[in-house]
C-alpha cells in the first residue's frame, strides 16, 4: 500500500519499522482471548503500565490474588458459559503475571473470608495463597467493622504511573469504569483511610491462617 501510494522510500522503511516494533511490544491483551471481555484488556494494559497498584475489595479475593480453582468457582456462580471458563482463567493469570513487578496492596472486607466460591478446598487453598502473598512481596491487609461508609459503596482498584496521572478502575457485570485526574483524588483519600484502618499485613496473615484451620 506504501509503495501504490508512492510514499518514498525512506519514509516507508521508517513506518514499516515502527509498525514491526509495535507488533513486538504489544501485550497479549492486543489479542482478546475468545469469551473474554473485551474491557478485560483495557485493565490488563493499565496494569502492565503501573508501577504501584491498591485494590479494595468488599465480596471477593481481587482477581491478581485468586487462585483457579476460587475463580472458577465466582465464574460459575456468576453463570459463565462453560466454554468460556478457561480463556477468562487464562486471562486472569496473565494478568496476575505483573505481579512481581509492581507495588501491590490488596485490602479486602473481612466478610470476603466468609464466601467459600469453589466449596471448602479451593477455598483453604485460596486462603493459604493469602498468606503466602507476604512471602511474594504482596500486602495483604484485612479491613474489619466498623467500616467507614465511604469505603462501603463499592470496590475499586487504584493504579499509578510513573509519568501518568493515576487511573481508578470500578468493575461493574459485563464492563468497567475508568476515572481520571480530578475524579480519582477522593479515591486517593480512601486508599490513604484503607492504609490507616487496615490490619497489617502480619496481622491479617495471622486472622487468615486461623480461620483456614478452623475449615
Known sequence: ??????????????LIGSARESGTQ????????????????????????????????????????????YAVGIMTDEGVEPKNIPPRWEARERRQRVLPA????????????????GGIGAFKEQLHHLEEAGNRGHAVRILREPVPYLLLMHSWMLLRFREASPVLHIGLHGSSIYLHDSEVEGYENMAAMLDRLALSSAESRSMIGRLRERL
Do not use: K
Open 26 to 69: 504489544a501485550g497479549w491483551w492486543s489479542r482478546p482471548l475468545p469469551g473474554v471481555l473485551p474491557d478485560v484488556g483495557t485493565l490488563a494494559s493499565y496494569e502492565a503500565s503501573a508501577y504501584e497498584i491498591t485494590d479494595w475489595s468488599l465480596a471477593v479475593v481481587p482477581g491478581l490474588l485468586q487462585t483457579e480453582r
Open 1 to 14: 500500500m506504501l509503495a501504490y501510494y508512492d510514499v518514498p522510500a525512506v519514509q516507508r522503511e521508517e
Open 102 to 117: 509492581v507495588e501491590y496492596a490488596g485490602f479486602m472486607h473481612e466478610s470476603v473470608l466468609r464466601r467459600p466460591f
